[in-house]
């Protein structure tokens, strides 16, 4: 690779939000060494969790708003038991191996937020409360 290319490249580099590109560098990271996905999401004061609907016993749709990584309008989370511990996105409450829980449905490549966990209960019953209204 050429001094003119290292420099098209660096142009492009720089065209992403630096936190973009940090982010994209942290699970790039990850991934490499095994390490497992953020659980914790405290650090991020702009994010903004909204639950919108329940699709089947099973599956809901959150609405996931985070300026520092990424945004998602309809995205499906699945039901399933925590594999490890972490924080709920909703209440902050500790999750637990074992604990049921919410998480985003996998895919290829994973979303930013795979790591991500909210209590089941607590999004039950936050579900129920927003049909109500």
Known sequence: MGVKDDNAWCRIVELFDRSHVELTVTQATRRIEGLPAKTDWRDHPGLAVSLLDRLSPRTIVVSWRDPLSCHYGHQAWRASVAA???????????????????????SQPPPANEGAMMIASYADVALVRNAEH
């Open 84 to 106: 490890r511990s972490g924080k709920c996105v909703l209440s902050g409450q500790p999750i637990r191996r074992g604990d049921l829980i919410y998480r985003p449905e996998a």
